[in-house]
């Protein structure tokens, strides 16, 4: 990725997941990684989607599984907002390219007599998964798709009631999907951590006001089908899971009323944290050369398209004093 100082840019990564409905039964399909591979050699896409595929991987586009084998995550190269479009088509082909491989997967396992869906509005709504034969999964090693099992930092006494009839709260992570914008300001020259701190705290301060990160989306809808979650929503999920952003949330107005050098403690505490490796669904800090870049991470991954370039169009409007 090349930073291109003197204007505003952002990527987005949107996240999807595989589902399976036959009648009343809902479950992840784990068949993230052979869509992939698929896409990646070429093998039985259509004709038409070929040069598109292409096309975007050229630009920088890319497509991979995000930590389970029923989750797909899809990643923009750097936009700016006049050419935003690009950006809506580009998810677009990847979708439709998904959706056919699934109609093909489906129609070589006749065993599958349900529906296959690919949905960015079904975030952890069910901790149920199964193979192409159809058998139930229940070992998280053999859902995810990395070495290390993310678990949840919400105290064990504390549960809420909805989690409880919940066998393993991992597997309820391994359906969790988000989509997150990573942007850089247009810099007017190189900016030191006050410059940082103040945009970054201008940044999630928009993000609290918006509300664009609290639409859950928990149901799919396909014609006159619905598929009801199971499970408690994302954000009752998040509040008791990620301290970090429930305490900056409550914390906002303070941070935002502080003055220069109180700001740049509170995010060189943030920062401290996050070097520390302990995870949080609200942002990130990322330095590409010698920028600062922010990911915002909490955005539900069924927000409007819209919503997300309305909350671009504000973040390029925050100013920043030299």
């Not at 505003?8 to 399909?29: H, N, P, Q, T």
């Not at 995000?66 to 006049?82: F, G, H, K, Q, R």
């Not at 390219?97 to 709504?125: A, P, R």
């Not at 944290?273 to 539900?300: C, D, M, P, V």
């Amino acid at each position: 990725m090349k930073i291109v100082p003197d204007r505003f840019e952002f990527g987005i990564e949107k996240e999807y997941a595989i589902v399976y409905k036959e009648r009343d039964f809902i479950s992840y399909l784990l068949a993230s990684q052979q869509i992939i591979n698929k896409i990646k050699s070429m093998t039985d896409i259509h004709e038409n989607l070929v040069k598109k595929v292409g096309y975007l991987f050229s630009k920088g586009w890319e497509i991979h599984p995000e930590y389970s084998n029923a989750l797909i995550e899809v990643v923009s190269p750097p936009y700016t907002l006049d050419s935003f479009d690009e950006i809506i088509d580009g998810f677009q082909v990847f979708e439709e390219v998904v959706c056919n491989l699934l109609i093909d997967f489906k129609e070589k396992n006749t065993n599958l007599k349900g529906e296959i869906l690919l949905t960015d509005k079904f975030s952890s709504s069910t901790d149920t998964f199964i193979n192409f034969k159809k058998e139930k999964i229940t070992d998280i090693k053999q859902i995810i798709l990395t070495d290390e099992v993310v678990t949840f930092v919400g105290s064990n006494n504390l549960i809420p009631n909805s989690f409880k009839k919940i066998n393993d709260l991992n597997l309820l992570y391994a359906g969790f999907t988000s989509t997150h914008v990573t942007l850089h300001p247009k810099y007017c020259s190189r900016w030191d951590i006050k410059h940082e701190a103040d945009y970054f705290w201008s940044l999630l301060d928009l993000l609290f006001l918006s509300e664009y990160d609290i639409n859950d989306n928990t149901f799919y809808y396909k014609g006159t089908d619905e598929i009801r979650c199971s499970t408690t929503p994302r954000s009752e999920l998040i509040s008791w899971a990620d301290r970090t952003s429930i305490f900056y949330e409550k914390n906002i107005k303070q941070i935002m009323e502080g003055d220069a050098q109180e700001k740049v403690d509170t995010y060189n505490l943030f920062l401290n944290e996050q070097s520390k490796g302990n995870r949080t669904y609200l942002a990130k800090i990322k330095h590409i050369e010698e920028w600062t870049l922010f990911e915002i991470r909490r955005f539900h991954s069924g927000i409007s398209i819209n919503y997300m370039k309305e909350f671009l169009l504000n973040a390029s409007k925050i100013i920043i004093n030299p």
